[in-house]
Structure formats: structure tokens, C-alpha cells
């Protein structure tokens, strides 16, 4: 039972332009929402977050909205560099207080930015 | 300024062995969680410890698998008797406290022959 769903494996988008991401989650018990982005080789690096009682989260290129009645949530990247490119994961918690532990994840977009 | 560190990077067993997988948190960090990635699958919690405690095992098969974190050393993560469906990434993450940002090591690759 997939709680968590990025139906997009994978999305290219050219340099300078504006990347979107999606997540759909089915449980409304999460609370918070959180993306990673993660290089090969490399464990995830936490990006932004947002919880339940706002519908936006900007921090400079990179903007989560969240559409509590859909259970939909958006990663906006602009402009979209090179070094974006990844591999991003959306994560949802139930926990109260930002809990960290039992993180529920979906199964990652890969972005590619095209020079 | 050392991040989490996971060893080993990359693990080979045969069926029936025993895998120990190892993470070091961040240096100030004392609570730990383990994940793991199946093949096609997002993360899935494991288990949550705290310095000598197992605050949350909710997401650990019942048998074969165990954690610590003791008082001294890093946390162990134990596979007994490993199964090729244990093939998988396990990552392990830490943080200064409960519901602060959680740090993830580069993840140890475990493959079952």
C-alpha cells in the first residue's frame, strides 16, 4: 500500500526553465511533508518542508505547495540549473511535532536538466 | 565536519550468512534511524534508537533483523540468516534531537547471492 505517490519517475526539463514535481499522498493523518533530493551513491539531503497548516514554503529557488483537500503536493524548482539534476523524493509524517522518525516515502522522481 | 558515515559501502552474503551493518551519526547527533530501499520502492522506516534504547521498531520484520546503539560505538543494524529478498539499500540517518532535520549517510548496498 503505496501512501505516498510520485507517478512521474522521471522529468526532463531544459536549463532556466521551471521544474515540477508531484506527489499525491492517500493518508489524512500526515501532517508534514518534506523533499529530498539524492545524488547516486549519495543518501538523500533534505530541501524544504512544509506542515499541514500552510499551503506554501519558499526558500530561494525551490517552492512546496500543498493542497490539503486534493492530498496533493508540488515541488516548484526556477529558475531549473544543472546541479539540479537528481533524483527527488517526497516524504510525509503522521508523527506530531515534526516528528522525523517513520518518515513515509514515495518513490522518486529523477530530474534532468538539459543544458 | 563528518557527516553520517555508513560501512561498509557495499556488502556481498550468501544465503544463510550474517550481514552487520554499521552508521556513525553526525558528531552531537544521538538519535538514529535506519531505512531501508527496496529495488523500485521508496524508503521505508526500520527503526529509531536513542543512546542504548530502541525508542521505535515498528518498522522491523519480526525476525532475523535487530539494532542497537550503545553507549559507546556506532549503531548496528543485524541480518541473520539473509535472504536474497534482503537485497536492498539501507540508509541511516541521525539528528540532534527528536524533531530536528535528519542527516543520511551514503546508505550501505546489501546484495544476497
Known amino acids: 500500500d503505496q501512501q505516498v505517490k510520485q507517478n512521474s519517475p522521471s522529468l526532463s526539463v531544459q536549463e532556466g526553465r521551471i521544474s515540477i514535481l508531484n506527489c499525491d499522498y492517500t493518508n489524512s493523518m500526515f501532517d508534514y511533508f518534506l523533499w529530498y533530493k539524492k545524488y547516486p551513491a549519495e543518501g538523500p539531503t533534505f530541501l524544504i518542508s512544509i506542515s499541514s497548516i500552510k499551503d506554501k514554503n519558499e526558500d530561494g529557488r525551490f517552492t512546496v505547495f500543498l493542497n490539503k483537500s486534493a492530498k496533493h503536493l508540488s515541488l516548484h524548482i526556477v529558475p531549473s540549473q544543472p546541479g539540479d539534476s537528481a533524483v527527488y523524493f517526497c516524504a510525509a509524517s503522521a508523527e506530531p511535532g515534526f516528528g522525523n522518525e517513520k518518515l513515509t516515502f514515495g518513490t522518486g522522481t529523477r530530474l534532468t536538466i538539459i543544458p | 565536519n563528518a557527516g553520517v558515515m555508513q560501512n561498509p559501502r557495499h556488502l556481498v552474503r550468501r544465503r544463510g550468512q550474517e550481514a552487520r551493518l554499521r552508521c556513525s551519526p553526525m558528531?552531537?547527533?544521538?538519535?538514529v534511524y535506519w531505512y531501508r530501499q527496496l529495488p523500485e520502492e521508496g524508503l521505508k522506516f526500520m527503526v529509531y534508537l536513542q543512546k542504548e534504547n530502541i525508542i521505535d521498531e515498528s518498522g522491523m520484520p519480526k525476525e532475523r533483523f535487530s539494532a542497537e546503539f550503545p553507549k559507546e560505538g556506532p549503531s548496528i543494524l543485524r541480518i541473520q540468516q539473509v535472504v536474497r529478498g534482503d537485497s536492498a539499500a539501507y540508509f541511516c540517518a541521525s539528528s540532534r534531537a527528536r524533531n530536528e532535520k535528519l542527516f543520511f549517510g551514503s546508505g550501505t548496498q546489501l546484495s544476497v547471492l
Open positions: 558528531k552531537g547527533h544521538s538519535h
